[in-house]
């Protein structure tokens, strides 16, 4: 099993930016390819951005490239989720995710471990 802990959520105005930890432990692997997705009230689950084991290669859902920046650290079994720029539409809970998939696979259904969540609010 492995257990997945978000931090960093919290209230922004439109325009500032947070930073979304997720610590793994348990049986953690830096094999896993990690996740970030985020509800928002209403919505289905969606993809934000995923990372190579290796950190090496990353991918973005089309919504928030070039404001978003995903990193790892293998080393502290820790992904961060640096937002930029954010705006009201970011608002939603986001959670990280593990899984042994790629990282173009934006479905929930490619991870197998799951954190409880991270509050993002920006206010407009």
């Known amino acids: 099993q492995v257990q997945l802990v978000e931090s960093g959520g919290g209230l922004v105005q439109a325009g500032g930016s947070l930073r979304l930890s997720c610590v793994a432990s348990?049986?953690?692997?830096?094999?896993?390819?990690m996740g970030w997705f985020r509800q928002a009230p209403g919505k289905e689950r969606e993809f934000v951005a995923a990372?190579?084991?290796?950190?090496?290669?990353?991918y973005y859902a089309s919504s928030v490239k070039g404001r978003f920046t995903i990193s790892r650290d293998n080393a502290k079994n820790t992904v961060y989720l640096q937002m930029n720029n954010l705006k009201p539409e970011d608002t939603a809970v986001y959670s990280c995710?593990?899984?042994?998939?790629?990282?173009?696979?934006?479905?929930?259904?490619?991870?197998?471990?799951w954190g409880q969540g991270t509050q993002v609010t920006v206010s407009s």
């Open positions: 990372i190579r084991w290796s950190g090496d290669v990353t």
């Open positions: 995710a593990a899984g042994y998939t790629v990282v173009r696979a934006t479905s929930t259904a490619a991870y197998g471990y």
């Open positions: 348990g049986r953690t692997s830096s094999s896993y390819t």
